[in-house]
């Protein structure tokens, strides 16, 4: 049973930093897709990053690309999703999800082979 833990979030001032973690808990085996998405009230969910632990490659939304990066530690037992530079408009709760890719080019944003969720954290920017 794979579970996940997300921790980190917080309130911050526009152009302030936070950085979220996941951690994983239970066996995801090979050819893993871990991922960082929000939702804000209102608005759909949304895939932010990312991370495919077999080369460990990442990918990231136009809207985060180089304020944002998503790792991994040597473990393998956390993720992180470092948030630099924050805006008013990445107010959202977010979560961790994982799932399985046999393919890198499988493991992407908008992609729909999570299976395993989080419960959450709440991330808010004030201007």
């Known amino acids: 049973q794979v579970q996940l833990v997300e921790s980190g979030g917080g309130s911050v001032q526009h152009g302030g930093s936070l950085r979220l973690s996941c951690v994983v808990s239970g066996d995801t085996g090979p050819n893993t897709c871990m991922a960082w998405f929000r939702q804000a009230p209102g608005k759909e969910r949304e895939g932010v990053a990312t991370?495919?632990?077999?080369?460990?490659?990442?990918h990231y939304i136009d809207s985060v690309k180089g304020r944002f990066t998503i790792s991994q530690d040597n473990t393998k037992n956390t993720l992180f999703l470092q948030m630099n530079s924050l805006k008013p408009e990445d107010t959202s709760m977010y979560y961790c999800a994982a799932g399985r890719a046999y393919l890198e080019s499988w493991c992407y944003p908008g992609a729909n082979v999570f299976r395993h969720w989080g419960q959450g954290t709440q991330v808010t920017v004030s201007s």
């Open positions: 991370f495919y632990t077999d080369d460990k490659s990442t």
